[in-house]
């Protein structure tokens, strides 16, 4: 079975609280004047900085219109949630944010409106309205992972080389944001999936985040979460497959190589393609855990999802400086359920998948016989398919696990054809 591809031609904003697009054609006239004469007015993005914007643009942190102004910085900061006109209240657990350095804001100066360039220089959006106001990144690491441990990832890519400043302001984005990386047509927007949920006639979406590839235990957890919403009266439950497409670490696999993975993973049957979309969720990742994960759910209210399944330790790492996990690996799952703003999402939590070595396949882990189990964690999955060693049978789909040997195959290759560096 081949996975199922949706190519769109254009894309669907949500109306009001969304960011505003233009047509490509008259948004460059436009900014012909004032702002394309005058190149200080014009920021050029980093490419984290360009994956918020997709975010911003297409709806996903909606109610939020642009790059966080001081007020709501602060109210996402302080209390993992903004406040509605209406008086209630949207969650929003990480902040979305454009730092600047000194020379940016000093040329920014008192301009209402600043133009955003890409990482090429290519014009991609307006920030209206435009407010500068400290960058306290301390407080910010602190609040937003509970450590300033140095080694945390998202960290080190965004925050501690950025400026001292931050720049919010309500976002107008002048095209379709692409990447021309042959992906581009499983990035879907909120309306877009909402638009398919709708064609496929689904009575309840439910939604998987990932940034691994699909081994056979998520897959347990995605096909037992439709027998249970059948069995709860629903009569076509989708799935939302969704793996995360922004930053992730270094060592996490690439989203090329995840990608052709689960392809792999629907071709082979493990989860069924007329019941599943897969899409990329263009967030980057922060490893924040239990504050983070809420930003996953609320995202995927945005989307039309209904229910979110949840598992151990979501969105956390091991701690940069200690050989422990960084979060209580349960904590996540309960504050979901608890997160002002997130009622309308049916949490899931599932029971640990481990292998059953006795059944050979995975399997929802029984303390009455912990001997029976073998935990596979990503760190140990990798390492298999680096040194070319099978998992145990039934861990993941052949064609998948194939996808993965192969491309850790080829980083041996490139190590073995590069030339080594002269030292003296």
């Known amino acids: 079975m081949a996975l199922h591809l949706l190519t769109p031609t254009h894309l669907h904003h949500p109306s009001s609280p969304l960011p505003r697009r ?8 436009t900014l012909a004047h004032p702002l394309r004469a005058h190149p200080r007015l014009r920021l050029r993005l980093a490419a984290v900085d360009v994956e918020w914007a997709h975010v911003l643009a297409e709806g996903w942190a909606s109610p939020l219109r642009g790059f966080m102004r001081e007020h709501e910085y602060l109210q996402c900061l302080h209390f993992n949630s903004l406040r509605l006109p209406s008086g209630g209240l949207a969650n929003m657990s990480l902040p979305i944010v454009l730092a600047v350095d000194d020379a940016a804001k000093d040329r920014v100066g008192a301009a209402p409106d600043v133009a955003l360039a890409g990482p090429d220089g290519e014009l991609l959006a307006v920030l209206r309205s435009v407010e500068i106001y400290p960058h306290n990144k301390e407080e910010r690491i602190a609040r937003t992972w509970g450590t300033t441990a140095p080694g945390l990832p998202y960290v080190d890519e965004a925050i501690t080389p950025a400026g001292n400043w931050l720049i919010g302001g309500d976002l107008e984005v002048l095209q379709p944001i692409k990447y021309n990386d042959g992906l581009d047509h499983y990035r879907l927007s909120p309306q877009q999936l909402r638009d398919e949920f709708d064609k496929r006639g689904a009575d309840a979406v439910f939604a998987f985040q990932l940034r691994n590839p699909v081994h056979n235990g998520h897959a347990l957890l995605m096909n037992d979460t439709r027998r249970r919403l059948l069995e709860m009266g629903f009569k076509n439950p989708i799935l939302l497959l969704h793996p995360l497409g922004g930053f992730t670490k ?20 493990v989860l069924d393609p007329e019941t599943t979309i897969v ?25 039309g999802a209904n229910f979110y399944i949840v598992g151990r330790d979501p969105a956390g790492m091991g701690h940069p400086t200690e050989k422990r996990d960084l979060y209580n690996p349960d904590h996540g799952k309960k504050v979901l359920s608890m997160a002002p703003g997130l009622e309308k999402l049916n949490i899931l939590p599932f029971k640990v998948a481990a292998y059953d070595t006795v059944a050979k396949k995975m399997a929802f882990f029984e303390p009455s016989r912990s001997q029976d189990f073998l935990f596979i964690s990503g760190t140990k999955m990798r390492t298999f398919a680096k040194t070319g060693e099978n998992p145990p049978d039934g861990f993941m789909c052949p064609g998948g696990w194939k996808v993965l040997v192969d491309y850790y195959n080829s980083l041996q290759t490139e190590g073995a054809t590069t030339p080594a560096t002269a030292t003296v």
């Open 22 to 29: 233009r047509a490509a054609a008259s948004a460059t006239a």
């Open 250 to 269: 270094a060592d996490d696999v690439p989203l090329p190589v995840r990608m052709e993975q689960h392809s792999k993973v629907l071709e082979d049957g």
């Open 279 to 303: 899409s990329i969720f263009p967030s980057p990742m922060h490893y924040a855990g239990p504050t983070e994960v809420q930003w996953h759910a609320k995202a995927r209210i945005n989307a």
